[in-house]
Every structure is written in structure tokens, then in C-alpha cells.
């Protein structure tokens, strides 16, 4: 049987770092949210959903428990794409809009159970049956993917910083800087 695959943007962090709702961003012209939702439905997810405290226009599930973090997302989120007819779950970062398809590809390619780069564990692809029973919100990202027993392939070095996305100004301006087609209100220093 082939895998249905569904995606999940994690969107419930409180965005502290960054100092205002990382999902609302503006990049290239489209908010961190619609960028990467757009991202999950080009790579073939559907349906794609959102996991926090807002829907942001998408379907949405709330974290549980509420700021309980990423893996309370991912439980949530795995919870909606099994009942939604999923087999397997992409999760992705908001706060990484600057993702491309290429830079997913090795993990969409990857066996069951699913894969997360070596060092980073957003971006994820999840069989849903992997996931681990017992599993907890406050489990470390990195325990949910050693126990769900996901490939860890080395991430290529020239694009860690798009995969690793934006959790300060600092980091979003650099990345904003090496998008192509950037307009003035989103130079370096705008946002």
C-alpha cells in the first residue's frame, strides 16, 4: 500500500526569540505559514495542517497540552492525520520558511520509518504507526526520533541554515538576505 502522506506546521511556540509570531512573518511576499504550507502541499501533503494556537487560515488541531512543546505538536498533529486517512506525516517548522523541495527530498525518500537529519530534527517524515506508544509533550524532539527509530542521513552542509530556519532577527535577516527576489520591506534590519 502506498503511504498517504499529510503535513503538520508547527506553529505553537511562544516565538519569545523572535520577539512576534513567527508563523505571521513576512517572507518573499507571503507569511512563514502560507510559505511553508505551500511548501507541503508542492511535495505532495494533503492535507496540510497546522498545530498551535492559531489556525492561520489552514486546518488546525491545538497543542496538548497547550505550550507543551514540539512533540506535544507532533502527537496532536499525528493524532488529526491518522483520523484525516494519513499513513505518514511530514512535520515541519514554521519558523523555516525558506525550505525548498530539494532540501526534503532525501526525507521523503527515506524507508519506514521515516527520517530527520542528522542534528536536526525538524524537518521530520513520520510513519504514523511509528510513533512511539507512551510517547510524551515533553519529550525532547530527538527522543521522539531515536524511539520512533528514524534515519538521521547527514544534512547537507551549504543549506543547514535554510533547513534550521529563523529563531532570532538576527537569524531571519540572514536568511532574508539570501532569498532571491526579496523586496525592500523585508531587507536585513525591516522586520
Do not use: F
Not at 515541519?92 to 523541495?101: F, G, M, N, R
Not at 552542509?157 to 531571519?172: P, S, W, Y
Amino acid at each position: 500500500m502506498t503511504p498517504v502522506l499529510g503535513a503538520m506546521i508547527l506553529t505553537g511556540g511562544g516565538s519569545t526569540r523572535m520577539g512576534a509570531d513567527k508563523a505571521t512573518q513576512i517572507w518573499g511576499g507571503a507569511s512563514a505559514v502560507e510559505r511553508v504550507a505551500a511548501l507541503a502541499a508542492a511535495v505532495g501533503a494533503n492535507p496540510v495542517i497546522t498545530v498551535g494556537g492559531a489556525s492561520h487560515g489552514l486546518p488546525h488541531v491545538r497543542d496538548e497540552p497547550p505550550l507543551g512543546g514540539p512533540v506535544g505538536g507532533v502527537l496532536a498533529g499525528a493524532r488529526a492525520l491518522h483520523e484525516a486517512g494519513c499513513t505518514r506525516a511530514l512535520v515541519l517548522a514554521v519558523d523555516a520558511p525558506t525550505l525548498q523541495a530539494a532540501d526534503l527530498a532525501t526525507l521523503l525518500a527515506a524507508d519506514e520509518p521515516g527520517a530527520a537529519y542528522d542534528g536536526l530534527h525538524l524537518p521530520m517524515v513520520l510513519s504514523l504507526s511509528a510513533v512511539p506508544p507512551g510517547a510524551e509533550a515533553g519529550w525532547p524532539l530527538g527522543r521522539l526520533a531515536e524511539r520512533a527509530g528514524l534515519a538521521r542521513p547527514a544534512c547537507p552542509q551549504d543549506v543547514t541554515a535554510r533547513i534550521r530556519g529563523a529563531n532570532t532577527l538576527g537569524e531571519r535577516d540572514a536568511l532574508l538576505a539570501c532569498m532571491p527576489g526579496e523586496d525592500s520591506a523585508e531587507k536585513p534590519g525591516a522586520g
